[in-house]
């Protein structure tokens, strides 16, 4: 096994590689050894590895084609078992020691691909494939064709495991964010940053200076790094600016907020402890400079996806910034003047340039296409590649017409570069071709953002410095800093690209438009051919641009393509919208900390952990831990639980945490006035320390949510709320007070979380609260009669405030205390009960009970129901205005067919009966037509021995003793239910005043 | 978005809840033509392209509710007033 770091292909010296260190990394279970400094890719060509994937649909051979974020082949998976990560291209991958990495898409191997005699079946998959697909018989399409597909063509493979990195989200701000560092970018960051404004400066890469990183440049006479490394120096040093490495602006959207993607953990193998895999940053900038630079575009010839093609850039990449050769015998073909340098590069490495093949006639070259002698130059066009796994010749075809094959292990090609001009479109703005810098340009800048260097189509070296610095500057000074020129080192006046559009091959079948998706010129021409000449059409038609890489390398050939087969100019196709995010941003990134039961928060009442010692078993209602039964030893499951504890409070006395409950506190001279309007129900005859059930209905006439109104002094109420009810109720009740009658003199505090409230019900709940309270309070009937209200001391000193009123129909209070007091009132609520009988209760045994008692809760206040459908009209009888009162008036509403709230048993009482059946008349068709009503809320009654249930029935009051079907199609099971009346238990409340 | 608060500054819109449209006046009780007033203020919308006024309440900060003059094409915050308060510039 050959573990060196660099057989063959790494140059003996050069390079920003530390070859004092070795690497060790596996690629298809294979060892290879790269150094500090390499990425995968290079440490794989510097073994003379060029063949690391099969395509997506014809599962082709594929290679290195770049050396970046645009990479459309080289997906690998990295890591094993849960922390398996798909799909990430081997260009941006930092090498690390144990670095495990897999090529995709083959299958047993990369060698001997089964599928890929996809090949020679290719004509059955043209363009539009999928979709006309569709149209065969549809059994055939899910039995056959979908799970083939499927199996064929992943793009890698989710680890199908819970992720065991963690990632987080977090939230910067500054004046001026800079993206990308290359010249552009780190001359605009200082520009700026001199001016004392807040810069951040994000690069992709782990290292600043963009393209110098890979050229041979010099800046002020030095190595052009010197300048990189001495400028990052300085933004470091300043208290004022951050830059982020590894960092990548992948959205932006109004409000200057950007989306920016940090591999933390990118150059290890495994995370510090504590150290998120990746951080997702939300960062508010008030003015945004984009120096994102340029890609490449490769050319289209047939066989133009074999490795050793690669992007005439990326070939200079691999040769000055990691020491590697990507062929030792290359063939350059370009359309502008950059690849020339290429060339240039590799001879001074030691590679030898068999020929330069210029699209370009020679007049229309610019100043850059120069070769030094002995390197044969063509005018003319790549014809076909030729080799199986690599490279091996190609055919050129000149202009004359005379075509000759010319032996190679690598093509390096250039199409000329496109600015990455994502973030300046992805609210909606709109690209132009420019034909003078043939590129695609903004029809205009947005005005908190502006763009520098390459990416505005300025691809020399002095423009990139200098648009950065105005750019810097330029926005501080918008920003109101004070920002003084800077003084540029001098560099090589730069020469002009000279770009032409590559010229697009025949309609070869093999000549590859997008490598990612595997579409090639002829799908292109197909779908012209079929009325897919729109850019739009034809990327959905064809896939085009479609795949992770987002259409980096193919986007814009596709579109020269397309306007050839159409007749048309560049000029009037306007390329494909781009939508965030610029590369593949994973789940985890964009999950954060919030998965499992991190979520969303979870809530607990203050005294959680008494009912937690008591052993409940909780339930989740909206965001909060509620106890649900409280389970003993013998228990055959919940629901003897419910019983004992609705027996416990039915016969001496229970204790249920209700603190969720919602509570406004409600104070001022118009207290009454306020609340008056806000509830359908009589406030204003409410006497202090009296306490009333209210229903509180919306504007447009239904029932909103029901509580209590306690008055606790003139000009003071305290409201409940519904538990689910809480946080809306009282965002309407400030609307109704900001909004609706800002001149009534009344404030609102929500004292949900200050306030926790025990329910103490049972015959012996008088009795048990007697203990609590301090020596000499009379809970006794005349001074504290049912719905009364008042304030309260503890014998422990607590202030506490007591309203007698019942959920289940027993002598019953409420005691609240504040939150601090929760947890040793409740605990002594339990002591002092003990010697009564005292037991916890929990949702399941207040549920029922409600139901025993014919109360409403949420199932039945549902939004959909008035307060005449849940029998509850005679809460809402009252004059004058109150929000809800007209439009609950409506004819509409009081329909006496609108289903009426009702009491239903089952005629065989050992039945049980299921929520959400449907009631239908006895005869009647099962169906919809016929539907009269439903079950709402339903329950074992322990007092009864029998299931009840709430619900909804037409006529309801006409129909009691009646008998119907209670059809549960979901449940497959039906019932025969009587209408009876409600409450099922003490319908007189006797119990209810002890 | 972000959403200049009179109250707390320019602020996140995470931090709002929005209830939509601000225009509307909620009738005044007891007009002869109650119901067909309150159907309007209750159910009929316009949906404008580009500028509009909206109520938003700022849930996580001061618990006012506030005018938000939005452009619903782009996303642009214009003026912001609180409740009871006349528009900026104009008269109650
Ligand atoms: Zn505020």
């Known amino acids: 096994m050959s573990a060196r770091p660099g057989a063959g292909a790494r140059l003996a010296d050069g390079g920003l590689i530390d070859r004092t260190r070795t690497l060790r990394f596996r690629f298809d279970g294979r060892e290879y050894a790269g150094h500090p400094g390499d990425t995968l890719a290079s440490a794989l060509l510097a073994h003379g590895v060029h063949r690391v994937a099969r395509s997506f649909k014809y599962h082709r051979s594929r290679g290195i084609l770049s050396a970046g974020f645009e990479e459309p082949n080289a997906l690998v998976e990295l890591g094993e078992g849960d922390a398996r990560v798909p799909n990430t291209p081997a260009t941006t991958i930092e090498l690390f020691e144990g670095l495990d990495a897999q090529s995709q898409n083959r299958w047993p191997s990369l060698r001997f691909d089964l599928r890929a005699v996809n090949r020679l079946f290719s004509a059955l998959l043209p363009a539009g494939f999928y979709y006309k697909t569709f149209m065969w018989p549809a059994a055939f399409w899910e039995r056959v064709y979908e799970p083939a597909i499927r199996r064929a063509a992943g793009l890698g493979r989710a680890s199908g495991a819970p992720d065991p990195a963690t990632y987080e989200r977090s939230y910067g701000f500054c004046d001026v964010l800079v993206v990308g560092a290359g010249p552009a970018g780190l001359a605009a960051a200082l520009g700026a940053a001199r001016s004392g404004a807040r810069v951040w400066l994000v690069e992709a890469d782990c290292r600043a200076g963009g393209r110098l990183l890979a050229e041979r440049l010099a800046i002020g006479g030095e190595p052009a790094l010197r300048w990189v490394e001495a400028t990052v120096a300085e933004l470091e040093s300043m208290p004022t600016v951050r830059v982020l490495r590894r960092a990548t602006a992948v959205g932006r959207y109004d409000g200057g907020v950007y989306a920016i993607l940090e591999r933390v953990g990118a150059d290890r193998a495994q995370s510090a402890p504590f150290e998120p895999r990746e951080r997702l940053w939300h960062v508010v900038a008030r003015h945004g400079v984009l120096a994102s630079g340029a890609i490449e575009q490769p050319l289209v010839f047939e066989n133009n996806d074999l490795p050793g093609i690669l992007l005439a850039g990326a070939v200079r990449a691999y040769a000055n910034r990691y020491a590697v050769l990507a062929g030792r015998r290359v063939v350059v073909a370009t359309s502008c003047d950059d690849a020339w340098a290429t060339a240039r590069d590799l001879l001074r490495a030691g590679a030898s340039v068999e020929a330069i093949v210029d699209q370009r006639p020679a007049a229309a070259r610019g100043p850059g296409a120069w070769a030094p002698d002995g390197v044969p130059v063509e005018t003319g066009w790549l014809r076909r590649a030729r080799g199986r796994d690599r490279v091996r010749a190609v055919e050129i075809e000149a202009a004359s017409g005379r075509t000759r094959r010319v032996a190679c292990d690598a093509i390096a090609m250039s199409g000329g570069w496109a600015p990455q001009l994502q973030l300046a479109t992805h609210l909606g703005e709109r690209l132009r071709w420019d034909g003078a810098a043939q590129c695609f340009a903004p029809e205009s800048w947005p005005p908190d953002l502006s763009g520098a260097g390459a990416v505005c189509g300025e691809f020399g070296l002095a423009a990139a410095l200098a648009a950065g610095a105005r750019c810097g500057t330029g926005a501080a000074r918008a920003l109101g800093f004070r920002a003084t020129d800077l003084v540029l080192p001098a560099v090589e006046p730069d020469r002009p690209l000279q770009t032409v559009p590559s010229r697009a091959a025949r309609a070869v079948r093999a000549a590859f438009v997008d490598w990612q998706n595997d579409v090639t010129i002829a799908d292109v021409q197909l779908a012209v051919r079929e009325g897919f000449a729109a850019s739009e059409h034809l990327k959905r038609y064809t896939t085009l641009g479609m795949a992770t890489d987002q259409g980096k390398t193919s986007s814009l050939n596709g579109l020269i393509a397309l306007a050839e087969a159409t007749g048309r100019r560049l000029e009037e196709l306007g390329p494909t919208t781009h939508r965030p995010p610029v590369v593949p941003v994973t789940i985890g990134a964009l999950a954060g900390r919030h998965r499992g039961r991190h979520y969303r928060p979870t809530r607990l009442p203050p005294a959680h952990a008494v009912a937690a010692d008591l052993g409940a078993v909780f339930v989740e209602t909206g965001p909060w831990l509620r106890a649900q039964v409280f389970p003993r030893a013998g228990d055959r499951g919940w629901l003897d639980a419910m019983c004992r504890e609705v027996n416990t409070v039915r016969r001496a006395v229970g204790v249920c945490d209700v603190s969720t409950l919602g509570k406004v506190d409600v104070q001022g001279a118009d207290a009454p006035e306020f609340l008056e309007r806000v509830y359908a129900s009589r406030i204003a005859t409410l006497a202090i320390g009296r306490v009333r059930y209210a229903l509180m209905r919306r504007e447009d006439g239904f029932v909103m949510d029901d509580g209590t109104v306690a008055r606790l002094g003139e000009r003071h109420y305290l409201l409940s709320t519904t538990t689910a009810g809480a946080v809306d109720v009282y965002r309407h009740l400030q609307y109704c007070r900001q909004v609706l009658w800002p001149d009534l003199d009344v404030r609102l505090a929500s004292v949900t979380d200050q306030w926790a409230q025990f329910a103490v019900a049972g015959p012996r709940s008088r009795e048990l609260l007697g203990r609590l309270v301090e020596p000499g309070i009379d809970l006794a009937d005349p001074q504290f009669p049912l719905l009364a209200a008042g304030s309260v001391r503890l014998g422990d000193g607590t202030a506490a405030r007591l309203f007698r009123v019942s959920f289940c129909g027993e002598l019953a209070y409420e005691l609240a205390v504040p939150a601090r007091a929760a947890h040793r009132t409740l605990e002594r609520l339990f002591e002092a009960g003990a010697p009564l009988g005292v037991a916890p209760y929990g949702l399941e045994a207040l549920g029922a009970m409600r139901i025993e008692k014919g109360h409403v809760a949420g199932n039945e206040i549902n939004g959909q129901t008035t307060a005449a459908d849940l029998g509850l009209g005679r809460w809402t009888t009252k004059d004058g205005d109150s929000v809800g009162a007209v439009l609950a008036r409506r004819p509409g509403l009081a329909d006496p067919q609108r289903p009426r709230l009702a009491g239903f048993v089952p005629v065989d009482r050992a039945q049980r009966l299921g929520a959400g059946a449907h009631l239908i008349a006895l005869g009647a068709p099962r169906d919809a037509a016929h539907d009269e009503g439903y079950l709402s809320s339903v329950a074992y009654s322990p007092t009864l021995g029998h299931w009840i249930g709430l619900g909804f029935l037409r006529r309801a009051a006409e129909r009691v003793g009646e008998r119907v079907l209670a059809h549960d199609p979901l449940r497959g099971r039906d019932a025969l239910v009587e209408v009876v009346e409600t409450p099922f238990v003490d319908p007189r409340g006797e119990r209810l005043r002890g | ?92």
């Open chain 2, 1 to 92: 978005m972000r959403i200049p608060c009179p109250f707390c500054g320019l602020r996140g819109h995470e931090e709002f809840v929005v209830d939509g449209d601000a225009t509307v006046t909620r009738p005044a009780p007891g007009r002869p033509d109650a119901p067909t007033a309150a159907v309007r203020f209750v159910y009929l919308r316009d949906n404008p392209a580009g500028w509009h006024r909206e109520w938003w309440f700022h849930a996580f900060g001061c618990e006012r509710w506030i005018v938000v003059e939005r452009d619903t094409v782009t996303h642009a915050v214009g003026r912001v007033w609180s409740a009871g308060d006349p528009a900026p510039g104009e008269d109650r």
